[in-house]
Nanobody, 114 residues
Framework: QVQLVESGGGLVQPGGSLRLSCAASGNIFSINTMGWYRQAPGKQRELVATITNTGYTDYGEAVKGRFTISRDNAKKVYLRMNSLRPEDTAVYYC?????????WGQGTQVTVSS
């Protein structure tokens, strides 16, 4: 089992920045992909960004050039969000995947509003 704990969400004005953190614990394999997904009310969950243990990154089209994903090691991942827009408002979920066996965090709310 893997447990994921997110932190760093909150309320921010349009154009502002936030940094999300996710810490994994439990049965962690060094070979894994960690990432962030988000879900806004009435919409499907969508990819924000992922990063493999080798540092390969992938971003959703809506956040390219504004968000940056990074990781310390096999257990911690971060999401730096710049130039936030109202449409970025959603619950952000951390994900851990090891060869198709994946886990989700509880989610952290990000609200972009003036």
């Amino acid at each position: 089992q893997v447990q994921l704990v997110e932190s760093g969400g909150g309320l921010v004005q349009p154009g502002g920045s936030l940094r999300l953190s996710c810490a994994a614990s439990g049965n962690i394999f060094s070979i894994n992909t960690m990432g962030w997904y988000r879900q806004a009310p009435g919409k499907q969950r969508e990819l924000v960004a992922t990063i493999t243990n080798t540092g390969y990154t992938d971003y959703g089209e809506a956040v390219k050039g504004r968000f940056t994903i990074s990781r310390d090691n096999a257990k911690k991942v971060y999401l730096r969000m710049n130039s936030l827009r109202p449409e970025d408002t959603a619950v952000y979920y951390c994900n851990y995947d090891h060869l198709g066996d994946d886990y989700w965090g509880q989610g952290t709310q990000v609200t972009v509003s003036s």
